[in-house]
């Protein structure tokens, strides 16, 4: 599977983003980048894996992102975190839309940001924020996901079977939206889905 740019671009700009209101500040805002490469004739993204010394989340599978500074954007936190982690540059054009916040168990609201580079820049990971990365082609994006149920909420946890592990939301409910509405211009919310226990601290 492949969409292009412009089709990307036109998708997401009917998407009507559903956003998360923190009046009080109890949640902390972060961002994350959905970073599209195109590698070898191939799109895709990049998905990181956390060192197992990282004081939040040790080993978990992440898209590169992290807190809001002060008087920053979602974007101009995704970007920043993007080439701090991975070393990778973008311009505010690189930047194609927005996806639905999702509220984590961990008291954070995410925004992920779409970022398009139809090249493919050299990766410089961050070793004190990234222990190994992977290129995920679309076609693995697409797989269909894995919902569970769990005695400790009502909610589904989604699993997604790629990379030969799985993954799991917060990375998972972002991947799964940009692959319903990227990829296969679906419209399709996440906020109903759960994170495992294990990521709830």
């Known amino acids: 599977m492949d969409v292009s740019r412009e089709v990307a671009v036109r998708r997401l700009a009917r998407w009507s983003r559903q956003t998360v209101e923190n009046p009080d500040g109890e949640l902390r805002e972060s961002a994350v980048a959905v970073t599209v490469v195109r590698r070898a004739g191939t799109h895709g993204i990049w998905i990181l894996r956390r060192p197992a010394t990282m004081r939040n989340h040790p080993n978990q599978f992440a898209l590169p992102g992290g807190r809001l500074d002060e008087g920053e954007t979602a974007v101009d936190a995704a970007r920043r975190e993007l080439f701090e982690e ?116």
Do not use: M
Not at 123 to 132: G, Y
Not at 138 to 152: A, T
Not at 182 to 189: A, E, F, G, I, Q
């Open 86 to 201: 991975t070393g990778i540059e973008t311009s505010g054009d690189d930047v194609i839309g927005t996806l639905d916040d999702y509220v984590t168990r961990s008291g954070y609201v995410i925004t992920p940001v779409v970022c398009w580079l139809d090249d493919d820049p050299p990766l410089v990971p961050n070793p004190a924020e990234v222990a190994q990365s992977f290129f995920v082609p679309f076609g693995e994006l697409v797989r269909s996901p894995r919902f569970l149920r769990i005695p400790q909420s009502p909610r589904p946890v989604i699993q997604l079977p790629i990379i030969d592990r799985l993954i799991h939301a917060p990375t998972a409910a972002v991947i799964y939206q940009f692959a319903e509405v990227v990829l296969k211009d679906r419209p399709t919310r996440v906020d109903g889905l759960e994170q495992p226990v294990f990521a709830w601290r």
